[in-house]
């Protein structure tokens, strides 16, 4: 059998078998590291929301047992891989925290998921419009007032809605919020 310089059977058609060798090997590989960093949930942990802000990414990341009457949510942010904030605190109370909304207006609407302290408030968002497309991503918000609005950078990993909010017991959030 007569052989290429790397190795692979000798082809008539050329590059033909190195292309059909490639291509076998593409969908056999596992993805690519950028894509297992899309988000700060484990492989455990189901993924509420998440995306990349740039540099940094923003998660809401709910445990396996996660229902109406148990489990943990939690909303996380940081560099890929490193968790810089978790909020709450692990064993914390989270639907304390924790508040939904959904968004309404003419050609579209939303949803968005609010984890506040005493001074803070960190809200995840997705929301589509006639006139202006899709927009997702996370506003940060100290006494009131905003501090930070991240729009994800491409498409967001997002369940969020009123089913989701149903299933998972979460409150309605009083406050509301407005789109950046």
Known sequence: MRTDGAGFPA??????HRRL????LLVL??????AADASHCAAEEQT??????GRKTVSVCGSADLS???GV????????GAVELAYPAAGSEWRGAARAGRLMFSGG????????SARYRYIVYTAIGSGWGSKAGVVVEKNGKRLA?????????????????AKFGIAEDPAGFELP
């Not at 509420?48 to 802000?53: D, E, M």
């Not at 609407?109 to 984890?115: D, I, N, P, S, V």
């Open 73 to 80: 949510a939690q909303y996380r942010f940081g560099r890929p």
């Open 29 to 34: 590989l596992p993805p690519c590291a950028g």
């Open 149 to 165: 609005s991240l729009p994800c950078k491409g498409a967001p990993t997002s369940e969020l809605g009123p089913d989701l909010f």
């Open 11 to 16: 082809a008539a058609s050329g590059g033909r």
């Open 68 to 70: 109406a009457t148990a």
């Open 48 to 53: 509420l929301f998440s995306c990349s802000t």
């Open 109 to 116: 609407g939303g949803a968005y998921l609010a984890f506040a």
């Open 21 to 24: 060798v490639l291509a076998a």
